[in-house]
């Protein structure tokens, strides 16, 4: 796992500066072009956070665990995943779309 780094001059980005990418555009650093997250990098983004909530719901609905344990382990689990995310973004130059 890497951090992400930029399309245009390959500036490899820091943790804090990856992290900010998760809630604003961002442009690079060190040469200021403009960078957008990857389709595939938007792709793991929803599949980790569906890996990680899809198995906690169904351990909600076949046990009998109470509903303040379950919120605590649904916060817990979003911290570990947002702290883990920068690592799985990579830039382009074009923003694309979903589909």
């Not at 943790?15 to 650093?29: L, S």
């Not at 799985?88 to 694309?96: A, I, P, V």
Request: proline share 4%; charged share 15%.
């Amino acid at each position: 796992m890497n951090l992400p780094s930029c399309w245009s001059c390959q500036y490899t980005y820091s943790y804090k500066q990856a992290y900010v990418c998760t809630f604003a555009k961002t442009k690079c650093p060190s040469c200021g072009e403009k960078q957008y997250q990857s389709k595939r990098s938007k792709l793991n983004f929803g599949l980790i956070f569906l890996m990680a909530f899809i198995p906690l719901f169904i351990v909600r609905t076949f046990t009998a665990i109470s509903f303040l344990a379950y919120i605590g382990m649904m916060l817990l689990l979003f911290v570990v995943v947002s702290f883990l995310l920068p690592f799985c973004y990579r830039f382009t130059e074009e923003q694309k779309s979903y589909f």
